[in-house]
């Protein structure tokens, strides 16, 4: 299997989700990424067990940290920051997520990781970025990414109780992550063509700007805000178009269309839905008259899907010629054939060999998807590493009396 990052290697010193995923992106493309745990707690996040217990797979932890390698070290004794140095010495990328205060601390700065290597990339992943008056400040994807930069505000009602929060567990990290690997993968082709090791920042509030970017190019545009979806439009999202929008089934579960063409897919969906009679029917036979019609055209529509299962669309809908899609949940998601066609999950074994699954990063190399390995165990490949620097056994013993290294 190809693996374009093969003989990049990578330093982590990065905690949760955000950053360090896009680690466990680069370890699915190929890297060595070697990633840096406090030598007594590790990574903050393997803390937070998100559901019961059971063996050492979390995909808490798997799903960001996959593939990589795992030393503990204490950074604030001056061996433990030499091992930090001797491993950046050769490392292509040095990857941090911590805040500008603990960098200074710790002295993981950019002039400092660069005093052991001139050439290596420098990455940071922040909230709020690394200027104003937030720089110093910490965020998640639930603050930074969701609330801060529109998408909460974009799909709350006006009229709903409660603000809408993220639809999973690490909704705006995930995506930043990605975001950081392509800038990762920017730096390395800009540096092996120009000789330059970029610094890159990639920020939640920068992730979340560009998700919700096209409206707001169009405030910017006419100094107005789209109105959030009202809490009572079940059926059309989109005026003078009865082809987009959510429909819902008799047993109360929802089918999308996104069909811009009105006019175009009209009369297939209308011959789907046993509603051929409207095909020639004058109210709708022009996309001029559609358009004027649509509420009327949208309440044929919505009322044949509501009379018939969930089940029965899903089957029924395959020949239908315009984008559709069933609203899914986690279970369905698992159990769609695409996933499965395109391997998009990824099944692999834990430490104790039991088959887990995760979802694989979702860039593929000549149509082949990325091989997923585990997680480490915190501090398992401590010895490994000082070893591969030269380390002698008695001195990786010392160091470990010392609490240099775990």
């Avoid at 690394?130 to 974009?154: H, I, L, T, V």
Wanted: some cysteine; charged content about 20%; aromatic content about 8%.
């Amino acid at each position: 299997m190809h693996q374009p990052m093969a003989g990049v290697k990578m330093v982590e010193v990065a905690q949760f989700t955000f950053t360090p995923a896009a680690g466990g992106i680069l370890a699915e493309w190929g890297a060595d990424v070697i990633k840096v745990e406090h030598a007594v707690a590790g990574d903050a996040q393997r803390g937070m067990v998100n559901h019961p217990k059971d063996g050492t797979f979390q995909p808490i932890m798997d799903h960001p940290n996959r593939g990589k390698r795992s030393i503990g070290l204490d950074l604030a004794t001056p061996a433990g920051y030499d091992v930090l140095l001797e491993l950046c010495r050769d490392a292509d990328i040095f990857l941090t997520n911590f805040l500008p205060a603990a960098r200074r601390r710790l002295r993981l700065d950019v002039d400092d990781i660069r005093k052991a290597n001139p050439d290596i990339i420098f990455v940071r992943g922040s909230a709020h970025g690394q200027r104003g008056p937030w720089a110093e400040k910490g965020g998640y994807d639930g603050s930074a990414f969701w609330c801060r930069m529109g998408s909460a505000w974009g799909v709350t009602p006006p009229e709903s109780p409660r603000v809408v929060s993220m639809p999973a567990g690490a909704y705006g990290d995930s995506m930043g992550a990605m975001t950081i690997a392509g800038g990762i993968a920017a730096a390395l082709y800009g540096r092996a063509t120009t000789g330059q090791p970029s610094v890159v920042d990639v920020s939640l509030m920068s992730v979340g700007a560009w998700a919700f970017g096209l409206d707001l190019g169009n405030a910017a545009l006419t100094g107005a805000a789209k109105e959030p979806v009202p809490l009572n439009q079940t059926m059309m999202n989109v005026a003078l178009n009865p082809t987009v929008g959510h429909f819902r089934t008799s047993d109360g579960r929802w089918i999308n269309f996104t069909m811009p063409q009105a006019f175009r897919y009209f009369p297939d969906v209308c011959r789907h839905l046993g509603l051929e009679h409207l095909v020639t029917d004058e109210r709708f036979d022009t996309a001029q008259k559609l358009m004027a019609n649509s509420a009327e055209a949208g309440r044929y529509i919505a009322d044949a899907i509501a009379e018939k299962p969930y089940a029965h669309w899903i089957d029924h809908l395959q020949t239908m010629e315009g984008p559709w899609a069933p609203v899914q949940g986690p279970l369905d998601i698992l159990d769609d054939p695409q996933m499965q066609a395109n391997g998009y999950l990824s099944t692999f074994p834990d430490s104790e060999g039991k088959e887990r699954s995760l979802v694989a990063n979702p860039v593929q190399f000549d149509n082949l998807p990325p091989d997923t390995r585990r997680a480490p165990q915190f501090a398992e490949h401590t010895d490994d590493l000082l070893r591969e620097l030269g380390h002698t056994d008695e001195q990786i013993i010392q160091m470990k009396i010392d609490g240099a290294v775990t």
